[in-house]
């Protein structure tokens, strides 16, 4: 494989978005702590991001831009998964799927099925 560091956008979306699921588990560790004086102690190495042109760059303002953790390969994240065992009745949906991908509206309609079926039923995709 390259050395290539890429870059993982559902992730970055994640670590932005805190009301996600998965948010505090994205969040990078502290690169500021209390010592053991009293002194509030700074990794200036881990701080900032690389820009757009490959330089690292601290932003003081307290708004991250970039990802700060640096990863080879992405990671297979785990979501929670909703199943129904024994649904008493099925919706289905039939996505246009444009381009053989699902587009915000096929995702739209299926969110909206899911929240018509409730905790009894199940969402069917054809």
């Known amino acids: 494989m390259s050395d290539i560091i890429r870059r993982d956008p559902r992730a970055e979306w994640i670590a932005r978005n805190r009301l996600h699921p998965l948010h505090a588990a994205m969040q990078p560790a502290s690169a500021s702590w209390m010592g053991p004086n009293g002194v509030l102690r700074k990794n200036v190495h881990g701080l900032g ?27 297979q994240v785990q979501l929670p ?3 129904v ?38 969402v069917l995709a054809v």
């Open 49 to 75: 991001f690389i820009g757009p042109n490959g330089i690292k760059r601290i932003d003081r303002s307290g708004a991250q831009q970039g990802g700060t953790v640096k990863r080879a390969a992405s990671e």
């Open 81 to 83: 998964l909703h199943q």
């Open 85 to 122: 065992p024994a649904p008493a009745f099925y919706i289905c949906v039939v996505p246009d799927m444009a381009g053989g991908r699902l587009a915000s509206h096929d995702r739209d309609v299926l969110g909206l099925a899911r929240q018509l079926a409730g905790s009894d039923g199940a």
